[in-house]
Nanobody
Framework: QVQLVESGGGLVQAGGSLRLSCAAS????????MGWYRQCPGKQREMVAT???????SYAGSMEGRFTISRDMGNHTIHLQMNDLLPEDTAVYYC???????????WGQGTQVTVSS
């Protein structure tokens, strides 16, 4: 089992920045890729960014250039630096971890990000 604990959400004005962190514990050797997903009000959950062990990164189109995902292998933590935030970035952000077979097995409890206009 893997436990994921997010931190760093909050309220920020449009144009501001926030940094989310997610610490993994437990059977961390079973994790290949970690990432951030979000669920905006009234919408389905969507991928924000992912990072592998290599590390290689991927971003959803609307976030690329504003968001940066990074990974600290030593303490099994990932971060999401979010700049130039927009009101439409308001969402619950979830940390997730996938196994070596690609299954997104583990999810954090979510952290609220609210961007005011």
């Amino acid at each position: 089992q893997v436990q994921l604990v997010e931190s760093g959400g909050g309220l920020v004005q449009a144009g501001g920045s926030l940094r989310l962190s997610c610490a993994a514990s437990g059977s961390v050797s079973s994790i290949n890729v970690m990432g951030w997903y979000r669920q905006c009000p009234g919408k389905q959950r969507e991928m924000v960014a992912t990072i592998s062990r290599i590390p290689t990164t991927s971003y959803a189109g609307s976030m690329e250039g504003r968001f940066t995902i990074s990974r600290d292998m030593g303490n099994h933590t990932i971060h999401l630096q979010m700049n130039d935030l927009l009101p439409e970035d308001t969402a619950v952000y979830y940390c997730a971890a996938s196994l070596w077979n690609g299954e997104w097995r583990y999810w954090g409890q979510g952290t609220q990000v609210t961007v005011s206009s």
